[in-house]
Every structure is written in C-alpha cells, then in structure tokens.
C-alpha cells in the first residue's frame, strides 16, 4: 500500500507571504509532484497546521489545493489550527462523540488512527481523558489488526528545547501509558517540528518531515526562540507492507542535477 505524507502547509489566504516565502504556492508545488510522480498513492494524510492563523479564506484555499490530487486525502489538525472554522470549511471530516477531529480510516493494511491533539489557542497539545477513551476503544477495537498512528504533536521532546516547550507535555505520558497496552501499532507519523526525524519510541519506530514552507533548523540551543529556516520542502512517500514500513523523504523543489546512469550488474 502507498500512501502520501505532507504536514505543516501553513497558508496564509492566497498571495499573502509567511516568513518570506508563499504557501499558497509551494503547496501547489507539491500536488504538481505528486499528480506527476505518486498518481498511483491510495491516499495522502494531511498531519496539521493547515493554515498559520485558521483564516477561513486559508481553508478554502487549502481545499481548493487539494482538490487537485487525484487520491483521496485525509487532514488532521495542529496547533496553528482552529478546530471550529476547519470544521465549517471541511464538514465532511468526522469528529469523535465531544467534538475532536478524529476518526478511523479502515485500510486493507490496517486501522489508520488520526489524533486531534489540538489544545485550543495554545501553541503546545494535549491528549485529554476523552480523547484516550476514543482512542483505546479504537486500539480495543483493531484486536490484532495493524495500527498506523497519525497526529500534529510528537508524545515525546526531540531535543530541540523550543520544541519540546510546546510538546504535548504532560500528556505525553498519557499517550504513552496508551500505546504501551498494545503491541499493534506499527508506526507513529506526526508533523509540528518542520524536521526531517526518524527514531523509535518505546518500541514503536517513527517519522517527521519538513512542511511544504518554512523549516526549523537543526539549532539545539534554541532555547527561547523558534529557529525558523528556508531548508527545502518535503513530502513523504510511504509503503506499507504487513512486514515492512519504507519511507521516502521527497525534496520536490530541489533541482539539483539528475542524472540516469546505466545499471551494471556485473
Ligand atoms: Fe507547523
């Protein structure tokens, strides 16, 4: 199975910049590579911040954006999201029973589980008590079925100390405490950080990439301030198998040379 990761779009209502560079644009980019290059993926997921201030005319936009893939495509919300005018603008995505954008998407590779860890105005998540009521009833109910895990916030510090100020905090142990009854999950995909990071977390292996605009810089002492940097954008191409988890990192705008060598095999 192919899927698509792309995470951290940020639009701004089209033509306006954010940090000196145009999101509006870069994610058109971005669907122009897909369409071209990964038409074939079954869907592609969306890991929050959407849209930098939840504009409504920026949700339109980013609708009318991702309108052009030619696979289905499932978006969650981040922390420079506002959960009520996303709703407005993309009714169709569901919400758990006290109102959290949350759903299950049943794949032929197992349960997909999209987290709202959205703490509303706040630039760090949480993962309250309702929300881990739907979600061990979602990891009950995949009984030995795989789970993917999708969400904005990593449930742990990366080592980048501005970052890991608006983390999930506290409510990372909860997560944690979670996921530890279970040994189905197969993979955590989270976005937040701007980076491209892959690592393990008690046990369940993970990864993170660039957003489509502005990046965070490899600074570890970013202390008191956001390391924001032009480094090129990403998206992810991801194959799933029963087995096996690949992840591609995509730098769609970098044109470096390329070049077809002929294969020798002997
Ligand atoms: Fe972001």
Redesign the pocket.
Known sequence: MKIIQI??T?LMPRGTELHGLNPCERLEACIASIKEFHADAEMCIIT??LTDRGHRKAYHDFREILQQLPMPYHPLI???DHREIFSEVFPEVPRDEHGFVQQMLATEQGRFLLLDTVEHEKHWGSYCQKREIWLRGQLEGAGSEAVYLFMHHPPFNIGIPALDRISLREDSKRIQKIVSDFSNIKHLFF??V?RPISGSWHGIPFTTLR?TNHQVQLDLNAEDYLPYSHEPPAYCVIFLEPQQTTVHFNDYLDDSLYMKMPLTLT
């Open positions: 995470t951290d940020h929050g911040d981040g922390n420079h976005g937040h701007h957003g």
